[in-house]
């Protein structure tokens, strides 16, 4: 069993910045994939950002040069630091793993981006 634990979410400014943790408990690995996902109000759930396997950055081209995905293996914990915040940008920030073949979720952060 693997647990996740979104915190850093909050109310920001268009222009502004945040950063998401996901900590994770069980067992987890540091080479099992871990990414961000969102979900606007209204809209389907989207993927973000993930960390693959192999340590792999791969990124959405919406947040692509704005959002910045690590992890810190010896804290269990995975970041999203989101700078360049715009309005359509808020939304349920969810991260997610994938643990040999079965698949976990946080219970999700909200970020609310005024213009």
């Known amino acids: 069993q693997v647990q996740l634990v979104e915190s850093g979410g909050g109310l920001v400014q268009a222009g502004g910045s945040l950063r998401l943790s996901c900590e994770a408990s069980?067992?987890?690995?540091?080479?099992?994939?871990m990414g961000w996902y969102r979900q606007a109000p209204g809209k389907q759930r989207e993927w973000v950002a993930t960390?693959?396997?192999?340590?792999?950055?791969v990124y959405a081209d919406s947040v692509k040069g704005r959002f910045t995905i690590s992890r810190d293996s010896a804290k269990n914990t995975m970041y999203l630091q989101m700078n360049s915040l715009k309005p359509e940008d808020t939304a349920v920030y969810y991260c997610?793993?994938?643990?040999?073949?079965?698949?976990?979720w946080g219970q999700g952060t909200q970020v609310t981006v005024s213009s």
């Open positions: 997610n793993t994938v643990v040999r073949g079965v698949m976990y």
């Open positions: 069980g067992r987890i690995f540091s080479i099992d994939p």
């Open positions: 960390i693959t396997s192999s340590s792999s950055l």
